[in-house]
């Protein structure tokens, strides 16, 4: 599978192969944090999300990893299909009531 | 479908007009939320209401407001437009208050201010 060691805004992927799409947040007090997916001409939808009292959480064909020493969230999707075809924001709640997104990774499957 | 709906979808005006954006949430849910996303912003909270009372703000604009009615929908109106308020305006809708769990969201409206 092909992964991103830092956060980078394209991501181009095999079909069948594992992505790792990484995300580093900024409030060492968020504690609660999703993921979401947006294809084109639609508005975001819900992946998966984790909290803070977790390190890792498994949905279908995801997962979702939190690693709170270094802020830093990933998202691994299995098996890497076109529909996955998208751009992925990670999110976080900076404070009680915000919701504060990243700046999104496009992901592109090759056939 | 999230279940959230927007209208209109998309909207076409000319600098310094006002327009309502309107959402309808999710049957059951009391906490609507108005995102902004553009191409060099990204995707930025403008505000969120809970069963009819403004909760959270963002970086909304004074130009810009919002409500939500008694039956849940919610309108965002922004005045005064600019060539720069030009964007994806979003709607999302939850349960509750807090935004500690899943939001949905709506398909937006796209607003071209020229």
């Known amino acids: 599978g092909e992964s991103v060691g830092l956060h980078l805004p394209t991501l181009s992927v095999q079909e069948g192969d594992n992505s790792i799409i990484n995300c580093a947040y900024s409030n060492s007090a968020s504690d609660y944090f999703i993921w979401y997916k947006q294809e084109s001409g639609k508005g975001p939808q819900f992946i998966i999300d984790i909290r803070s009292n977790m390190d890792k959480r498994q949905g279908q064909r995801v997962t979702v990893l939190l690693n709170k020493t270094v802020k830093h969230l990933s998202l691994q999707i299995a098996a890497t299909q076109p529909g996955d075809s998208a751009v992925y924001f990670c999110?976080?709640?900076?404070?009680?009531?915000?919701?504060?997104f990243g700046a999104g990774t496009t992901v592109t499957v090759r056939a | 479908d999230s279940g959230v709906t927007q209208t209109p979808k998309h909207l076409i005006t000319a600098t310094g007009q006002r327009v309502t954006l309107r959402c309808s949430p999710r049957?059951?849910?009391?906490?609507v939320y108005w995102y902004q996303q553009s191409l060099d912003q990204g995707l930025q909270f403008l505000i969120q209401y809970y069963n009819g009372e403004e909760r959270a703000k963002g970086n909304i604009l004074e130009r810009f407001s919002a409500q939500q009615f008694p039956d849940l929908h919610s309108e965002l109106n922004l005045s005064s437009l600019e060539l720069g308020d030009s964007a994806l305006y979003f709607c999302?809708?939850?349960?509750?208050?807090?935004?500690?769990?899943?939001?949905?969201f709506g398909p937006g409206t796209r607003l071209t201010v020229t």
């Open positions: 049957s059951g849910d009391l906490s």
């Open positions: 999302a809708s939850s349960v509750y208050p807090e935004p500690l769990y899943e939001q949905y």
């Open positions: 999110a976080e709640n900076s404070n009680d009531y915000k919701l504060s």
